[in-house]
């Protein structure tokens, strides 16, 4: 089966499990992820916002925009990375997701990340950063490759700050990019 195939058959499984009945009757769909199913670099956010809702697509809005221009920067394509949610589907009102929320997608994120097999894990934010780092502190850590090792599995995963709370913030936004370049060029050289 090909990774595009099994990434498909893991959102058929969210949805015949049951995952988040409450957000999922709130939300127009599940957005799974956009990419290449095989890519060397996945980034993981926090959840679907309204554009990305309407889309069915993650990272589409304001803070995609930014995401874009830093892959853009880094001389990559939305098409040679995969770009995904630890939560998948629009928490109301654009409000954080809940920790029962995280931790009920959290072992379809694991799987869709075994699927995918990538180099390096990039996580934006502080919500899917501290569940792949437990000790993160985001003003210290960011931008830093971690081993992260979670029963067998084993993570080399980079927090950075989400592209959303440094899009406003000048001294955030050019750490985030600053942080996204040498991400990106230490996913190249691994
Ligand atoms: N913010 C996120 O964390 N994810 C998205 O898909 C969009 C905005």
């Not at 595009?4 to 969210?14: F, G």
């Not at 996945?42 to 697509?57: M, R, S, T, W, Y």
Request: net charge negative.
């Amino acid at each position: 089966m090909t990774q595009q195939t099994l990434l498909h058959d893991l959102k058929a499984q969210i949805i015949t499990d049951g995952i988040c009945q409450d957000l999922a009757s709130q939300a127009t769909q599940l957005v799974m992820g956009d990419g290449k199913p095989d890519a060397d670099i996945v980034f993981i956010g926090e959840a679907p916002g309204k554009n990305e809702d309407q889309q069915g697509l993650p990272f589409v809005g304001a803070a995609g925009k930014f995401l874009n221009e830093m892959l853009a920067a880094a001389e990559m394509e939305r098409a040679d990375v995969y770009i995904t949610n630890i939560v998948k589907y629009r928490p109301p009102n654009n409000r954080d997701p809940l920790p029962e929320e995280k931790k009920a997608f959290w072992p379809y994120l694991l799987r869709q990340i075994e699927i995918i097999n990538p180099k390096v894990v990039i996580t934006l934010g502080r919500h899917s950063g501290a569940y792949f780092i437990p000790d993160l502190q985001i003003s210290k850590d960011h931008g830093h490759a971690r081993k992260v090792k979670y029963h067998d599995k084993e993570f080399l995963v980079i927090p950075l700050y989400h592209p959303a709370a440094a899009l406003y913030n000048g001294g955030m936004r050019q750490t985030l990019i600053d942080d996204f370049l040498k991400a990106a060029a230490y996913a190249r050289s691994v």
